[in-house]
């Protein structure tokens, strides 16, 4: 996952730019480069692969300065090769950059139109080559900087630097994260305090508009209008070698991951500037297929249940689902029409690992979605969908749950437009709800002070209900079966129906009640039965539609999920749940990244 370096001193700054990378390599990356001015001149040295083949390049052809800036590249937009790697460099600026600019196809579409040639296939250079336009226009670097950021949508940290100006460093940031730090004889950028926590105890952090000119040793902080403001500077956590980035667990580390994660996978599926589907790089025949037969365990069986419903809505693929320890043992009426999928993040559950044998021992194709492209399950699938979650270690599973559903969307839409089932408009509308994804789930990551709270009001309870309906039944499942695991709460998750067929007896002021209640059509069915919860007396928590009158009439507890589209409720309602069960187990003390009984990989039946 990338990140970004800038540094401004008086000696040469590229080896301490390379030492910073290298702090910033356990993020995972494909690429690495770095760009220094010196004499009015910008230098620039990025390479595909590790850091150290960086060093090795700037040993045989260095490069110095008082002011560079630096970049690890997870490839997101384009493939992960030299020339896309960062900085991007169009003559008289050279910037890095993380997250994704959404609106770049439209920006590089009108650049193109009047003559601009690009060079990569990333986002980033649009930001190069429309500041580079600015100043060729006789702009200054800050105003150029600012009227290109306002032009662009989307999530973002950049640091540029410019020809001609030996000494300046300008950035800013929206959504993705940016840091300073006035270290000793140097001035720090950072998308990462823990990269640099070498080299002083405390950094500021940008907030989302902010502007920072570093010039010589001089630093400025601007708003958007360009008015001086000032920022706190913050302690932090020297850098430790235990792979926590700072976090308390792995697991918190992993939720904050998502958005990352997700727009790796999602681009490897989706073509963001063609909106295109990718997967016709596979040589795989779909063209018979009539329907699947999906099988997994826990949370993996959970997103082949949402991944039902996708096939069957918008494929119009019958799909027959079951918990790999049923399917090895069930007549599953195979046939030669049918696609066998199995899910799995290990791909070495014994259980899938079985079920996948007893479809090949019938003659069926097989198609695995995976995070470990090494496994088992990987080795013997016919055609094998990587999510790119990167290493999951937390036993409670949360990026590859979410990583597997961008996956699985992918399939979707790929088969849906296959079997003709959805027209380019549908398409292109679909596509559109996956590539606003990470960028909807950095928004949702900041109710964590807001379930931090309802954690600390639910903690002691010994019981709890999640409750949903279509798009949100998996999900209050898999959220009764997160606050199981690592809380050891005793939770159901039912479908909201449900509710008056039995679990309402279990109603009481001391039962937290987690409706999943979403601005779909469903909305007005689950309020109803939110009220039979109220005239009970349950404890009401209330994540998708909240409205002020239910937050005062009904004195719930709300998280404002503003997302409708069939592809990204499940998605994005899914973080404040792993927000809810992390807390909760956090306050209870439990050993959340490996709770007790369980393992990360169950490889026996
Ligand atoms: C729950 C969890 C488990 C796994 C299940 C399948 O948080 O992680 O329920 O989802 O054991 O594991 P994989 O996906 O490795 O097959």
Known sequence: MCGIVGISAKKNVSSDIVQCLNHLSYRGYDSAGLSITKDNEIFERKIQGKVTNLENFLNNDPISGNCGIGHTRWATHGEPNTINAHPHTISNVSVVHNGIIENYHDLKAILEKSGVNFISDTDTEIISQLINIELINGKKPLEAFKNTITKLEGAYAIVAIFRGYDDLMIGTKLGSPLLYMKAKNMIILSSDAYSISDYGSSVTYLEDGDIIVTEKSKISLHDYSLNTIQRPSKKIKKRDKDGLNGHDHFMIKEIKEQPDVLSHALSYYLNFSKYKINLDKYNFDFTKINRIIISACGTAYFAGMVAKSWFEDIANIKVDLDIASEFRYKKMFFDNKTLSLFISQSGETADTLAALRHAKENDQKIVSVVNTVESSIAKESDLVLPIFAGQEIGVASTKAFTCQLATLASLVLFLAKKKRHINASQE???????????????????????????????????????????ATLPLALEGALKLKEISYIHAEGIASGELKHGAIALVDKKLPVIVLAPDDIFYVKNLSNMNEVYSRGGKIILVGKVQNNQLKDLKLTGINIEVNGKLNIPIIMSIPLQLLAYHVAKLRGTDIDQPRNLAKAVTVE
């Open 428 to 470: 292109k509308a679909l596509i559109e709800e996956l590539v606003h994804i990470p960028s909807q789930v950095l928004d949702v990551l900041k109710y964590e002070n807001d379930i931090k709270k309802i954690a600390k009001d639910i903690h002691k309870s010994s019981s709890a209900i999640f409750m949903g309906r279509g």
